[in-house]
């Protein structure tokens, strides 16, 4: 079964700045709780992302397994939307669409993950006991930080 995770944070940014932080791999880690031991490993040139672009990565996401991680980005709309496709990692189906809303208040960013578990029903006994709470966390971690990094009030 297909299940389909909806996030979306407005940011006090403008959306150079947006796409520049968040179209950058190396930027991941920053906005992964540090449980999951995320690593990329794919060193790039410069940090421009591009259709067709393969990023590999290690992530221990339960009881500090390492598991590795490939992900294609499949859609590149500049400063407007990507997609990051899994091509191997703990997922039958990982599609992740990101996409920036310019506003008057910054940049409107939303999250639109499709995902699909392993193993027919026992992974979808695996997605209601944890996939999802996990997700839920990861999201929420990256919530925060993220509202640490572009919408902290500066108070005198």
């Known amino acids: ?10 940011l006090n940014c403008d959306i150079e700045t947006a796409w520049k ?18 690593v990329v490993l ?11 672009m ?19 980005i499949r859609q590149v709309a500049f400063q407007e939307s990507f997609t990051d496709f899994q091509a191997k990692g703990p997922y ?9 809303i310019p506003n008057d208040q910054g940049v409107l960013m939303r999250d639109t993950v499709d995902y699909e578990l392993p ?10 006991l944890f996939v999802k709470h996990k997700l839920e966390h990861i999201f929420a971690y990256r919530y925060k ?12």
């Open 42 to 52: 794919t060193k790039t040139e410069n940090d421009e992302i591009y259709e067709g």
């Open 21 to 38: 932080f968040f179209s950058s791999a190396n930027n991941l880690s920053r906005i992964t709780p540090e449980d999951m031991k995320f």
């Open 145 to 156: 930080i993220l509202e640490d990094m572009f919408n902290k009030k500066i108070t005198s």
């Open 119 to 128: 193993l027919g029903f026992l992974g979808e006994i695996a997605h209601g």
């Open 1 to 10: 079964m297909v299940h389909r995770l909806f996030r979306e944070q407005q």
């Open 54 to 72: 393969i990023i590999d990565y290690h992530i221990s996401p339960m009881l500090g397994i390492k598991m590795n991680w490939r992900t294609e």
């Open 92 to 100: 039958r189906l990982w599609n992740h669409f990101h996409e920036f």
